[in-house]
Every structure is written in structure tokens, then in C-alpha cells.
């Protein structure tokens, strides 16, 4: 049974930084991507960080919201992965939840929910003004 468990979340001043840890347990069989996504009471998840585990693995998404704020980095070797973000804004609280996609679900593109089948719990992140 697969596992995504989030931690490091917390609360920081505006233009602080903060590091989410995902460790994932149990085998995610032909993983295509693994991901950040974030929600905020009344929108929609928003994925804010992407890497590709598939083809072409190491490949890198980010929104143009995190862009050059957020980085999104994978161990292999512990089956973890992190979101390093810095410069945080208060618009950047959310809850943010870990992600992986296997290839038992349709590919809709790495920025699509739909494309990822396990989800963590979610780490929660404030950041005040």
C-alpha cells in the first residue's frame, strides 16, 4: 500500500522560507510524476511544483505564481521528496499536499490533479504579513 506523508510545514513572516519534506512508502509501479500541490479555502488544488519520474525523468514544472521562489528536488535513494521555498508571500498559505501519478492513471500533463492517483495528507503552511 502506498504511503505519501508530508511534513514541514509551519507558520513564517513574509519573505521567509520554509523546506516540505514527502516521504513515500510502499512501491508506486511505473511513477510518471511526482508533485506539490497547495489549497486555500475556496480554490482550487493548484499543483506549484512538478518533477517528472517517467521518460523523461528530472524534468521540472513550476507555475508562474512560485517561479523562482519554489524548487522541487527528489532522493531516489530514500524515496522522498522536498519543496525548498523562499521568499514566501502570504498568498502562498495553503494547505500542501504531496503527489505521485503511476501509469494505472491517465496522463493528463504534470499540472493536472487528475494525472495522480496518490496524495498525501498535507502539510499546513501560513505565512503572515
Known amino acids: 500500500r502506498v504511503q505519501l506523508v508530508e511534513s514541514g510545514g509551519g507558520s513564517v513572516q513574509a519573505g521567509g522560507s520554509l523546506r516540505l519534506s514527502c516521504v513515500a512508502s510502499g512501491y508506486i509501479y511505473g511513477r510518471n510524476f511526482m508533485s506539490w500541490f497547495r489549497q486555500s479555502p475556496g480554490k482550487e488544488r493548484e499543483v506549484v511544483a512538478g518533477?517528472?519520474?517517467?521518460?523523461?525523468?528530472?524534468?521540472?514544472y513550476y507555475p508562474d505564481s512560485v517561479k523562482g521562489r519554489f524548487t522541487i528536488s527528489q532522493d531516489n535513494v530514500e524515496n522522498k521528496l522536498y519543496l525548498q521555498m523562499s521568499s514566501l508571500k502570504p498568498e502562498d498559505t495553503a494547505i500542501y499536499y504531496c503527489?505521485?501519478?503511476?501509469?494505472?492513471?491517465?496522463?493528463?500533463?504534470?499540472?493536472?490533479?487528475?494525472?495522480?492517483?496518490?496524495w498525501g495528507r498535507g502539510t499546513q503552511v501560513t505565512v503572515s504579513s
Open positions: 518533477i517528472s519520474t517517467g521518460t523523461d525523468s528530472g524534468r521540472t
Open positions: 503527489a505521485a501519478g503511476d501509469r494505472l492513471t491517465a496522463n493528463y500533463g504534470i499540472a493536472d490533479a487528475r494525472s495522480y492517483n496518490y
